[in-house]
Structures are given as C-alpha cells and as structure tokens.
C-alpha cells in the first residue's frame, strides 16, 4: 500500500505555496491584526482561484467534494504560511454544517468567509466580525449567529466573538463538523510548525558566534533533530486521521485527537526551539517568526485543547 501523496496532490500544495509566497502573507497578517483586512482578503481571493476555499463543498454548489485528505494539504500549507482568517471554520467546517445548503456556493467561490461557535469546545468564533456568515452549532442543530463581545486571543490576528443564537436552526452532523475542525487545525499546526523549523535551520547555518556557524554546536542540532522527529512523527497521524474521516471509520475521533495532540506537542516544540535558536530576534514584531509561534499558541486550543485530546485517545483504548 502506498500511503505517499499523489503528483496532483503535490502539485496542488506546490501551487498554494507559489501563490502564497508571491502574496506577502506576513504583511497582511499584520495588518489584519491591525483591523485592515484588505489584503488579508486578497489571499482569500488568490485561494479561491485556487480552489481552496471550494474543497469541502458539494458539486451540485460549483465545489470540489475533496476527500479529508486533500483538505488535509491545502491545510497544512496554510498553517505554513500563517493565512489569517477563520480556515478551518471556513474552508471545513462551515460546508459540513451547511451540507445541501445553497449558502455553501458563496463559500466555494470566496464571495463569502464563514466562521463557527460550537460550544463546549469552541465556545466563541474566530474573526466573526470580518465573516459574512457566523454560525453557531451544537447537539445536531446549526443555526445563524449573532456576535456581541470582543475577546482579544493571544494571536492579534485572531479576534474571538461571543455568539448567540437567531433565527430558526436546522439539522446537521455537529459530530463529523467538530473532527473537521480539530483535524484542519491540526494540519495547520504542522505547517506552521514545519515552517518554523525550516527558518530555524537556515538561520543556524548562517548565524556566527564565537567564530562559529551556530548550527555547527552539538546542542543546536540536536534541539532542531527533536523538532524534526516531533513534525515527522505527528504528520503521518494527522493522514491516518484524515483516511478514518473519509472512510466513515468508527475510530474517526480517537485517530484525530491523536493527530490534534501530536500536533499541538509538535508545533509548540517547534516555536521554542526556533524562538531559542533565533534569540532575541525572535521577540520582536518585526520578524516574521513571532507571527507563527502566536499563531501556534493560539491554534493549540482552538478546537479542543492537548489534554481534552489525550483524554479522548485513552477513553477509546
């Protein structure tokens, strides 16, 4: 069995990672941190043209219909890239709750960015007061939402919205939706925290002290070979998750809170090592590494935290 991906699959993450390269994500992180969302939304738009934003919708609403394990590439270069926004939500979990909405065709063509509460575990919506549809979900029922206040998350970029329900709500599968969300944030997670071990190692073999390259010292490679081990052993968790999900298995939740937690541990040993590695530099606002260690803070526990997850593992053995 051959469990690599595919040269469309590699294409398609090829061609994210063009795009996003040419698109200045860092410069629109941070002014969407600072409330322009302008070219924020510009990236929105290039992965449209993508399509990125049409993976998880139907085909009878112009979508993909994209198993989990294609949402599962695009996610991971997102996270690489630091893409602000609601992506999860939006990209993943909004078309499972929509399901045969019509609704769903705005999200597929980027006209429209979705967010989602579902409480317990996501009590407040990421981003709700850029979104043009804010959703609010729980035991087997979605209905529209209505933001009221403001938290600020430890990521500027990420804004976190009460929510309250309006209107009439409508079934849906609030289940296969939540594992969506955790596996898409877990994809990120490992994106993000590839990308800062690839920025760790290049900085290491550059950087001088005591008239040494710093990545010559035994203690610095070893630090970034237990990222590498970290990354490498998480991601194939999160594939393995993605196939349970598309195959309906009833180990679905178990093999994703495995991906989520191996992601979370990952991502956070990413950010130190490359924050130790950086030094000082690494503090500051102006370096693109502080973008993605708030980030990874922040996505940690953005749908179910490490330790929620672990416990779900070891309540299905």
């Known amino acids: 069995?051959?469990?690599?991906?595919?040269?469309?699959?590699?294409?398609?993450?090829?061609?994210?990672?063009?795009?996003?390269?040419?698109?200045?994500?860092?410069?629109?992180?941070?002014?969407?941190?600072?409330?322009?969302?302008?070219?924020?939304?510009?990236?929105?738009?290039?992965?449209?043209?993508?399509?990125?934003?049409?993976?998880?919708?139907?085909?009878?609403?112009?979508?993909?219909?994209?198993?989990?394990?294609?949402?599962?590439?695009?996610?991971?270069?997102?996270?690489?890239?630091?893409?602000?926004?609601?992506?999860?939500?939006?990209?993943?979990?909004?078309?499972?709750?929509?399901?045969?909405?019509?609704?769903?065709?705005?999200?597929?063509?980027?006209?429209?960015?979705?967010?989602?509460?579902?409480?317990?575990?996501?009590?407040?919506?990421?981003?709700?007061?850029?979104?043009?549809?804010?959703?609010?979900?729980?035991?087997?029922?979605?209905?529209?939402?209505?933001?009221?206040?403001?938290?600020?998350?430890?990521?500027?970029?990420?804004?976190?919205?009460?929510?309250?329900?309006?209107?009439?709500?409508?079934?849906?599968?609030t289940a296969t939706a939540f594992e969506y969300g955790a596996l898409i944030t877990a994809a990120q997670l490992i994106g993000a925290g590839q990308a800062m071990l690839d920025g760790s190692v290049e900085y290491a073999k550059q950087r001088s002290q005591f008239g040494r390259v710093i990545g010559s010292y035994q203690a610095i490679k070893h630090a970034l070979a237990n990222v590498h081990i970290a990354v490498e052993m998480a991601r194939p968790l999160i594939y393995g998750a993605a196939l349970s999900l598309g195959s309906g298995s009833p180990d679905t939740a178990r093999d994703v809170s495995a991906a989520a937690a191996a992601a979370a541990d990952a991502g956070l040993l990413s950010a130190r090592t490359a924050l130790q590695t950086h030094g000082a530099i690494g503090y500051t606002q102006e370096h693109d590494l502080s973008l993605l260690i708030l980030r990874v803070q922040a996505l940690r526990s953005a749908w179910g935290d490490p330790t929620w997850h672990r416990r779900r593992v070891l309540e299905a053995l």
Not at 25 to 30: L, Q, S
Not at 69 to 83: H, K, N, Q, S
Not at 100 to 124: N, Q, Y
């Open 1 to 173: 069995m051959n469990f690599e991906l595919d040269a469309s699959q590699r294409d398609f993450a090829a061609s994210i990672d063009g795009a996003m390269a040419a698109a200045d994500v860092p410069a629109a992180i941070r002014a969407w941190a600072a409330g322009d969302t302008g070219p924020g939304r510009k990236v929105w738009a290039t992965l449209a043209d993508l399509g990125v934003t049409a993976l998880a919708v139907p085909e009878e609403f112009d979508g993909i219909g994209a198993d989990p394990v294609d949402l599962v590439v695009a996610a991971e270069r997102l996270g690489r890239w630091g893409v602000p926004g609601p992506v999860a939500e939006s990209i993943a979990v909004a078309p499972i709750l929509l399901a045969d909405d019509e609704r769903c065709g705005a999200l597929a063509s980027g006209e429209s960015i979705a967010t989602v509460a579902m409480p317990p575990r996501v009590p407040r919506a990421v981003d709700a007061d850029v979104a043009g549809l804010v959703l609010l979900a729980s035991d087997g029922e979605v209905g529209l939402g209505a933001t009221s206040d403001r938290h600020d998350s430890v990521d500027p970029a990420r804004k976190l919205f009460d929510v309250t329900a309006t209107g009439d709500t409508q079934k849906t599968d």
